[in-house]
């Protein structure tokens, strides 16, 4: 069985004998750039090591480990210019580069070519590989508008939080682990046992996200600590805060990353101030751990052999300590 | 066999029976708005036609044939964000209701749902179902995309744009032929000829509808004659005209539009007097009279009846003498 370095080199080769069309340039140009562009292809991974998992070949799943990333890909650039965000991965954006037309329309033509790539699993699979597909790409789209409403909504729950960032981040991981365990022959059973995975981990990768960019160190977040407090995220820090806070420390949490008169420094430690005041952090640490362990866990449950659940173990403890 | 009218009836009853989910409000509602907006059912229609002239089963077609009328639908609602286009069928567009990021957001789940409606043919021919529709709807994005950088460009040939308005009109029209054909099924060779009929007539529709914005009558056309010359928008006309005109003449019909010493009647018959000099009106018609003629003929050469053809006449009648 190959680790992962293994099936990331055999993916990025794949990747890189797919051959665009050239013409119109415009269109195909910041297709290529995107996909070329870096990320740590972690969907593809996970959707290889899955089919690898029950003993599939994976050469049967890389067409539907390069439809996922294209669509994560095509939900980057169209989220960037809701978003109005210039750069990405270190780069300018292609909203940045090429002006929000093109965006769009290279945007959707990725995520036609998703479908195209997905063409490529085996035929007798096509049908199934799709029921997760499509579903899953319209729960990332339900996702991204939760969110942006979100932005502009004065109450939100920490339960529809948590549903936003299951189906804008978690839906996609599980959805490829999914497809991964459907081209490796596993059981239903162990399809939606390894879809359970995923999602939990997703969560947890989403909440630590959040948690390491006010609580982690500059070497782990790979920028400075603290741009979701200046920025005025409603991250899941804010979220746990303002659902237990004082009126007081709400408007501290509201108004604070506003205030003119304040540094960027106070800013960020007036309002981990109230954070800690209510034991977030530490809470928030804690559902970290608990989706963690119930994603490894399930592993423990599946109907292979322990052994060849071990690049599953290795990813999810990679994907948690990630360094950008 | 059903005519125009009940295929018509038969494809809006099934589109209401679609039940789309109530929440996230802001993705879902945009769709209904836009699929519920008129239009005239040009593809679904042409598809279930196909379809039925094969002998095939309708039911079986209404799928794809919602799943084009869904893509098209998708295509105006990002086009009108390019385009910043505030009407769409006598009603503010998505874009002007709702804001560009829905416009975004709705768009690609349209496209995306238009994928969750195709899994509804029968599964034997999905994939070649697949194989016609995602090179189709990638052929539109390219016909877009080079129309956008026509729009930039001083110098576009007859052919290039040609080819352009193949691109972005008349596949779209071709490969919902081909899907009805597809599961009417048709042979291999009907089912080329079919496309090639739609992709012909496309044409013809294509070339008439900027013909009319100048030459027709504000019955013909549904609203104020010359438009497009008022836009200084690049039609058939404007490159026809362009690459016969001296040098003299290029700089009338590139200028006029912009001139504010002139009224909009002036600004139209002088751009018309260029073109009536060039015999361009005239050069138009014969060219959307020899694709229509070739597009029916195709009709006869098909492995059909020659009656079960007659509703596919009929169309090909109707969509060019169409009034809005």
């Not at 746990?240 to 108004?255: K, N, P």
């Not at 994603?295 to 052994?307: Q, R, S, Y």
Request: glycine share 6%; proline share 3%.
């Amino acid at each position: 069985m190959r680790n992962n370095d293994e099936i990331l080199a055999l993916f990025e080769n794949y990747l890189a004998q797919i051959s665009l069309p050239k013409e119109p340039q415009q269109l195909y140009e910041p297709i290529i750039y995107s996909m070329s562009g870096g990320g740590k292809r972690i969907r593809p991974t996970l959707l290889l090591l899955a089919c690898e998992a029950f003993g599939g070949d994976v050469a049967e799943a890389l067409p539907a480990a390069a439809a996922v990333e294209m669509f994560h890909n095509f939900t980057l650039l169209h989220d960037d210019i809701m978003d109005n965000a210039l750069v990405r991965r270190g780069k300018p954006s292609v909203f940045a580069e090429w002006g929000e037309n093109v965006a769009i329309l290279s945007g959707d033509a990725m995520m036609i070519y998703a479908y195209q790539l997905l063409r490529g699993v085996p035929e007798d699979k096509l049908a199934r590989i799709m029921d997760i597909f499509t579903p899953m790409a319209l729960q990332v789209c339900e996702g991204q508008q939760y969110d942006m409403d979100f932005e502009h909504s004065q109450k939100v729950s920490m339960a529809e939080y948590m549903n936003m960032i299951e189906l804008k981040t978690s839906v996609l991981l599980a959805g490829s682990a999914m497809m991964g365990a459907v081209i490796g022959n596993a059981s239903e059973s162990d399809c939606r046992k390894i879809y359970r995975y995923a999602l939990e981990l997703g969560v947890a990768f989403q909440l630590q996200d959040d948690w390491l960019d006010s609580y982690g160190t500059e070497e782990e977040l790979g920028k400075r600590i603290g741009g979701d407090i200046l920025e005025g995220k409603k991250t899941c820090l804010m979220q746990q805060a303002m659902s237990h806070a004082s009126e007081e420390d709400r408007d501290i949490l509201r108004t604070t990353h506003l205030d003119p008169a304040l540094s960027e420094e106070e800013k960020i430690s007036r309002v981990k101030a109230v954070y800690d005041k209510y034991d977030v952090p530490h809470t928030i640490l804690r559902m970290i751990s608990s989706r963690f362990e119930r994603a490894v866990a399930i592993l423990d449950t599946l109907d292979i052999n322990k052994e060849r659940t071990a690049h599953l173990q290795v990813f999810a403890d990679n994907l948690m300590d990630r360094k950008k």
